[in-house]
Structures are given as C-alpha cells and as structure tokens.
C-alpha cells in the first residue's frame, strides 16, 4: 500500500533539531499497531524545508518539503531529506525559458 502525505510548518531551532525530530517520527512511525487481527507496520518518509529568501513563502516552503520528501520516497522509502538546491524541478525552469 503507497502512503499518504501530510504538511506540517512549525519554526525550527536548527537543523540538527529537524533531522531528530524526522528520526524521532520514524521510530514512532514503526511500533505495530493492530488492524483487525493483524499486527502492521507503518514506515514514513519525511522532507523537510527551511525559509529564505527564495521560499519566505508558506507555498514556497511547502513545495521545497514535498520535494524533500519525495527524495526520500525515491531513496527507498522510510527516510527523511533537507531540501536542497539539486531538488529543484528544472523542467519548470526550462519551460518559462523557451
């Protein structure tokens, strides 16, 4: 079963912070819980962004999240990733430029 996305914005202290809170989530993530008869297994993948001056933006900040986090998804699932410029969907660039 493919998973379900959630957004949260919340201020940070830094980035260590946000990468123990991800392991944190993870780890609370994968305790069983019972469906029916059946003990299951959830496992997450989490991205995260911080603000500058390119995403002051709550949309900006949201869309640099959901690209961290599928990075993580593409990296095998059950992980986390910090947005960075490698992220960036240049397609879109591309397109504005022609």
Known sequence: MTGRCCSTV???????????????LRTMFREPVRADQTLVTVTGSFGSATA??????????????????????????DSYAVFD??????TAVDLTVE
Do not use: C
């Not at 002051?56 to 949201?62: C, I, K, S, T």
């Not at 410029?85 to 240049?90: A, C, V």
């Open 10 to 24: 919340y201020a940070a202290r830094s980035a260590v912070w946000v990468m123990e809170f991800a392991e944190r």
């Open 52 to 77: 500058n001056k390119g995403t002051a933006r709550p949309e900006g900040l949201l869309r640099d999240a959901d690209a961290a986090m599928y990075r993580a998804k593409q990296n095998g699932g």
């Open 85 to 90: 410029d490698s992220m960036i969907d240049h």
